[in-house]
């Protein structure tokens, strides 16, 4: 009897640990995150865009849907809400505006899209090609800074189907990307987002202004601010700052909106109106003096980078050969000054603004 009953419970957990593994691997896997991945989505967006385009001014939600391809091969499809967003793209620019993604947290559950509540999306503006080359090599600037420093925002790229539900226009197809929400950069850097007015520069993380202040004059980028900005009750124009808290000290300056640098070269961009700047393609340095002792470091990062950073411009499938042609010798000039001693001192640390501590 007791041998008996050893065997059948020898039996039970042999049983046991077969089902077992089935049950596990019986669970659906979740996919990736929208921006721990690099690869490229194909996407279908749906909306009404005629009524889009003729209200593009209107701060107003439209319902629309988004199909695509997930991690695990399979179609899926959330309905979303969009609404314009933006300034001069929006009114000045484009014909069809930057849009704003709202998510529904029910109806993203279990997809890449989980987590977010509402993102910034790149769209087309013309149907022209032209403009999409610029956001092309916009999409490639976030890239660059990703490269370089972990306070950066994260971009996803898409290939979007958009289709209008208003009529029966052929969809159009364009390259277009979403911006990883500033929430989510914060809280991968251990951090919060900070809702101040404007901050001294000698709150900034000297490393940190130092990688931005260079990026910013090797892209050519003269339109943003890291202290402060045009609205009184929000910092700053086009970066973002995090930090522990709106009182700790140092703050971390996030860029973003880079469609009037020299790299990408809009026909409509324009150097910002003061600076005495011939066009937006001559570089200007706008860091702060006290960051000086840092710049030997971010220069000895860029030249780590500079391979990877090449090759995003030299393995883009999306850029045509003048854009791609262009964008590397704009990028080789930069680095023929920050590896030329007189060059470095004559046109970045003697140019840097501030008093140096």
């Not at 947290?105 to 610029?134: A, D, I, P």
């Not at 609205?231 to 860029?255: F, M, Q, R």
């Not at 700047?277 to 570089?283: A, D, G, L, S, Y």
């Not at 411009?313 to 003048?322: A, G, P, R, S």
Request: charge should be positive; hydrophobic fraction near 35%.
């Amino acid at each position: 009897m007791f041998v008996k009953s050893q065997v059948h419970s020898i039996l039970i957990l042999i049983s046991a640990l077969l089902i077992a593994p089935l049950a596990v691997s019986a669970e659906p896997s979740k996919p990736p995150k929208l921006f721990t991945e690099n690869s490229e989505m194909q996407v279908t967006l749906a909306g009404p865009w005629r009524s889009v385009k003729k209200d593009k001014a209107k701060d107003q939600l439209y319902p629309a849907s988004l199909s695509y391809t997930g991690a695990d091969g399979q179609q899926h499809s959330i309905e979303v809400e969009v609404a314009p967003r933006g300034l001069t793209r929006r009114v000045k620019v484009c014909d069809f505006p930057p849009l704003k993604v709202h998510f529904d947290k029910k109806k993203t559950k279990g997809t890449e899209f989980r987590g977010n509540k509402s993102l910034k999306l790149v769209t087309y503006c013309h149907t022209n090609r032209k403009y999409e080359q610029y956001y092309i090599k916009e999409f490639l600037t976030y890239r660059i800074y990703n490269l370089i420093t972990d306070y950066s925002f994260r971009v996803r790229p898409m290939v979007i189907e958009y289709k209008d539900s208003e009529s029966k226009a052929s969809p159009l197809t364009r390259f277009g990307f979403l911006i990883e929400d500033l929430d989510d950069v914060a809280e991968r850097n251990d951090m919060e987002k900070l809702s101040i007015p404007k901050i001294s520069y000698k709150d900034l993380d000297e490393e940190t202004i130092s990688h931005l202040s260079l990026f910013q004059y090797m892209i050519g980028n003269l339109d943003w601010a890291a202290t402060d900005g045009p609205e009184e009750d929000s910092c700053c124009h086009n970066a973002k700052l995090i930090g522990k808290s709106n009182e700790a000290i140092p703050k971390y300056g996030i860029p973003y909106d880079f469609d009037s640098s020299g790299l990408v070269n809009a026909h409509y961009a324009l150097p910002p109106a003061g600076l005495k700047m011939r066009n937006i393609r001559q570089r200007l340095y706008r860091g702060f003096c006290p960051s000086n002792e840092k710049i030997p470091h971010s220069v000895k990062m860029f030249n780590e980078k500079k391979t990877e950073i090449l090759a995003l411009f030299e393995t883009n499938k999306h850029l045509n050969d003048k854009s791609r042609k262009a964008a590397l010798a704009y990028i080789e000039d930069f680095y023929k000054t920050i590896n030329d001693p007189k060059r470095l001192s004559k046109e970045i640390t003697g140019k840097c603004r501030g008093k140096a501590s």
